[in-house]
């Protein structure tokens, strides 16, 4: 994709560090959990990444849930921005599972990935939500709230920030950039990474994926 023809630059952001991902437990929406030590040191980092006019932030965006809040908060100060937040962008509702350590599923996980995997993406997480679900309210969301309203013609691309979770940053690449849903899994995610993609007016375009060196 040609610079010229990219109305907006897009940086997903999978927020910092919590005790429930240092101990590899469930969040999803129904656990509001804050940051801990090294996710507000990793918020400062992300802060950090965007220093300089070259890298100026036009609109922030989080989900409604503190850990997205507390990872954008010192971004919206280094650059005098708002945050608006959104229930839209909230993490995957992951029902039974919230708050339950990943390891005691395994046999239940593994089978319900194999089952996206295989194109089965309508079947959700007992009592919560599944990835097609997701996708519809948070495309839904980016398309009607984020994207509209700009006109890049005789402008530099627009850049906006959406500090979100790692499974919704999985669902909504995943089709953005063509993999389908069933290979949402392949895309990396770790606290503090950076995607940054263009949005053209049509479709989306990777510029960089999974950006961490700011967290070394």
Not at 66 to 94: C, G, V, Y
Not at 98 to 116: F, I, K, N, S, T
């Given at each position: ?17 919590t ?12 656990i ?6 090294v ?9 950090r ?8 932030i ?13 990872t954008?908060?010192?971004l919206?100060h280094?650059?005098?921005?708002q ?5 839209h ?7 039974l ?6 390891a ?16 089965q ?14 996708y519809s ?22 850049k ?11 669902i909504?690449?995943s089709?953005?950039?063509g ?34 060196e700011?967290?070394?």
């Amino acid at each position: 994709m040609q610079e010229a023809s990219i109305r907006t630059i897009l940086y997903l952001i999978r927020h910092g560090q919590t005790d429930y991902n240092a101990s590899q437990r469930f969040q999803g929406r129904g656990i509001d959990a804050e940051l801990n030590e090294v996710g507000r040191k990793q918020a400062e980092a992300v802060a950090r990444y965007f220093k300089g006019d070259s890298m100026a932030i036009d609109r922030l965006y989080c989900s409604s849930l503190k850990r997205t809040a507390e990872t954008a908060t010192p971004l919206a100060h280094a650059q005098n921005l708002q945050i608006t937040s959104s229930i839209h962008l909230d993490e995957m509702d992951f029902g039974l599972l919230e708050g339950a350590y990943v390891a005691d599923h395994l046999p239940y996980l593994r089978e319900l990935q194999e089952q996206w995997r295989s194109g089965q993406t309508n079947i959700p997480v007992h009592e919560g939500e599944h990835p097609e679900q997701v996708y519809s309210r948070a495309n839904g969301y980016v398309n009607d709230v984020v994207l509209k309203g700009y006109e890049s013609e005789g402008r530099k691309p627009e850049k906006v920030v959406l500090v979100v979770h790692g499974r919704l940053i999985r669902i909504l690449l995943s089709i953005w950039l063509g993999y389908g849903l069933e290979q949402m899994d392949e895309i990396e995610h770790s606290n503090g990474a950076i995607y940054e993609i263009g949005w053209d007016g049509r479709g989306f375009t990777p510029i960089q994926l999974h950006i961490t060196e700011h967290l070394a």
